[in-house]
């Protein structure tokens, strides 16, 4: 098995061993290889995604990203049937996107979004 050198912050890192404990892996490498199978198996979902879908996005981040947030939102402006801004606690915020259309431009939008690292989590539910 080869291996590879991951940097996290403390706080990440913190996050993982408390995971790691609670469900009950025996080390760190076996809840991250687990964790990369089930990003592997969730790209290749909507990567078979195909014609006009609906779908829910949802997405958490810092409430100083709210500036790039509204960016990133008016690229798929056309897409975007409902969205909602709740904030989540002080800092905080979570959108809530309802979304409708060609699923490779949805797939694009969520590509946007996953790819930039002021956002803390990324959800595509598609239906």
Known sequence: MTIVSVSLSEELLDDLNKLQKRLG???RSEIIR????TMISEEK?????IGDIHALFLVTHDEKSD???NEMRHTYDKLITT???NKIDRDR???IFVLKGNAIQIRGMNKMFQSNKKMDNVKLIAM
């Not at 979902?45 to 995604?49: G, H, Q, T």
Request: glycine content about 4%.
């Open 25 to 27: 892996f025996t080390g």
């Open 34 to 37: 687990a964790s990369v199978r």
């Open 45 to 49: 979902k909507k990567e078979d995604l």
């Open 67 to 69: 500036d790039e947030i």
């Open 83 to 85: 969205h909602l801004h």
């Open 93 to 95: 915020c979570l959108e």
